[in-house]
């Protein structure tokens, strides 16, 4: 069972991956809400920089640029 997670007025349906605002679907796009979902489920700790990148960009992190 996945979870729901209520933000003030906005809840974020981990099993799809929707946001919603007054029970109606938020657009956003599939990397928002990836990292919305990382920032809520490791609320009040700090989310590395490589976590974020790899909620967002996996798949894509092999081929970013070096140095």
């Known amino acids: 069972m996945a979870a729901t997670y ?3 007025p906005l809840h974020l349906d981990a099993e799809t991956d929707t946001l919603f605002l007054g029970g109606e ?3 956003l796009g599939q990397r928002a809400v ?3 979902r990382v920032f809520v489920e490791h ?3 700090p ?3 490589d ?3 790899e ?3 996996a798949g894509f ?3 970013r640029p070096s140095g």
């Open 34 to 36: 990836a990292l919305l």
């Open 6 to 8: 209520i933000l003030g």
């Open 51 to 53: 976590a974020l990148m």
């Open 61 to 63: 992190m092999s081929r």
């Open 43 to 45: 609320r009040c700790m």
């Open 25 to 27: 679907p938020i657009s």
């Open 55 to 57: 909620a967002a960009w």
């Open 47 to 49: 989310v590395s920089k």
